[in-house]
């Protein structure tokens, strides 16, 4: 079974081998923390993490 991967880029969490935040093949088995980002206008998580679109994002990915 495939694991999430978190990109080291934008932290974007997906399943397979490019991001499709930023297309970047730069991704991560080791991530830890969760951020759901559902509305970009009025997070201010979203604002604070740099999410560029709605979906999971990993806090800390090694």
Known sequence: MAKEKACKNCHFISMGNICPNCKS???????????????????????KIGAKSPGKYAIRVR
Not at 25 to 47: F, Q, T, Y
């Open 25 to 47: 093949p730069n991704l991560s088995e080791d991530w830890s923390g969760l951020v759901v980002v559902m509305d970009l206008e009025r997070s201010e998580i979203a604002k």
